[in-house]
């Protein structure tokens, strides 16, 4: 099987299994206790939080491990709103969030918050200025994704915090997306929190972090203990921390190999699928976007039988992004940026890794194409002007 859907589900890189072997197998310290091997665990931990910073700029304390981006979302914008909502109840968020971000600010509505959802352009794109005419002067948060899951757009985070800021607001990013492929420092961003995973940047599942800035206050959402500073409660996740802990020293010491091998491997593969495919296009930004991240538009094929083909043919992609793949509604990314939902069911997502090779791309090029034509065969779209 050949594996496209490394943004969905990117795979482990071997090197981070070998960290966590030790802390399966024989390490069994509680990070709390007082005994040498709970020294040792917690050693461990604090050793992986540093290299989770070290990756992003950020402080050591400013690192808050959970279990997923998605905590790390729900920690954030409820945990964030809840402690300033002496200030005030309105929250900005741009209308391509994540559903972990989407979710959390109904429920904050369903509790007296107000929500405003800023819309993007058809390019996917956030306009600054469309912040600051939502901003008002009891805007306590606002949040705005580093990058999408489903299209890839990188959005102009830097901006947005200056003009929040301005207005006595905080800003949180979800970074999850961007993780591997875009540079990171919280500092050049600066947000006032930032959500992360270990699984983007070829981690395990099932641990992520939220960075908060140091003075930041925020309200648990897991009570229960002491652990994170009291921030998070529960105990720790420590094979998975461990593994985020390598997985982030590895991305940190490799990233400019991996950035110039995407960006090789982005052309090869977009020049090849419209020299191939002209009736093909982009969904988001052309150009500012993931390096390796396709969200494709194709006329006249709905998108689960393209996958479904791709699969028996030993090619794995995705529909869309890996929390939309089982949804029946069309995805809300592909709506907002002016997609019907009959067009939504025409979009793929195609995304490499700094692995995939040239020849690897030449075989998805011919595969795609020569799928696409049998199901415009089947649907009598052989015409995509049709």
Request: charged share 20%; with cysteine; net charge neutral.
């Given at each position: ?43 461990a ?33 409820k945990?964030?709103?809840?402690a ?113 995973s ?100 194709i ?5 689960e ?5 791709l ?32 067009e ?16 690897e ?26």
């Amino acid at each position: 099987m050949k594996y496209y859907d490394h943004s969905s589900a990117p795979l482990i890189d071997p090197r981070v299994i070998d960290s966590m072997v030790f802390y399966l197998r024989e390490s069994f310290g509680d990070p709390s206790g007082l005994h040498q091997l709970g020294i040792e665990a917690r050693e461990a931990v604090e050793e992986s939080r540093r290299m989770v910073a070290n990756l992003i700029g950020s402080e050591l304390g400013e690192i808050i491990f959970t279990a997923s981006g998605s905590e790390a979302d729900n920690l954030a914008i409820k945990g964030l709103s809840q402690a300033r909502e002496k200030y005030g109840r309105h929250i900005i968020v741009s209308n391509i969030e994540h559903h972990a971000i989407l979710y959390s600010t109904k429920t904050l509505e369903r509790h007296g918050f107000e929500i405003t959802l800023v819309p993007v352009g058809n390019d996917g794109i956030v306009d600054p200025d469309e912040v600051l005419r939502a901003m008002r002067p009891d805007t306590i948060l606002v949040s705005v994704m580093l990058a999408n899951d489903q299209i890839g757009t990188i959005q102009p985070i830097h901006e947005i915090s200056d003009i929040a800021h301005k207005q006595g607001a905080i800003v949180h990013s979800d970074a999850v997306s961007a993780m591997g492929r875009l540079p990171i420092n919280v500092k050049n961003l600066k947000v006032d929190a930032l959500s992360i995973s270990a699984r983007y940047i070829n981690g395990p599942p099932g641990v992520g972090a939220l960075y908060l800035k140091a003075g930041t206050r925020i309200r648990p959402q897991i009570e229960g203990g002491t652990q994170e500073g009291g921030r998070r409660s529960g105990y720790e996740n420590i094979p998975a921390i461990i593994g985020f802990g390598k997985a982030a020293e590895l991305i940190t010491n490799e990233f400019p190999r991996r950035k110039h091998r995407l960006k090789t491997l982005d052309a090869l593969f977009w020049n090849g699928l419209k020299n191939r495919l002209p009736e093909v296009s982009l969904n988001g930004h052309p150009i500012q976007r993931l390096p390796g991240h396709f969200n494709l538009w194709i006329k006249g094929v709905d998108s689960e039988s393209l996958v479904l083909m791709l699969d028996e043919r030993g090619i794995a992609v995705s529909m869309g992004s890996s929390c939309m793949s089982h949804a029946s509604k069309a995805s809300h990314v592909l709506i907002a940026i002016g997609r019907n939902p009959a067009e939504a069911r025409c979009s793929l997502m195609v995304s490499l890794s700094p692995n995939t090779k040239e020849s690897e791309i030449e075989e998805v090029l011919d595969t795609l194409v020569n799928v696409v034509h049998k199901l415009r065969k089947i649907m009598g779209t052989n015409n995509p002007q049709i």
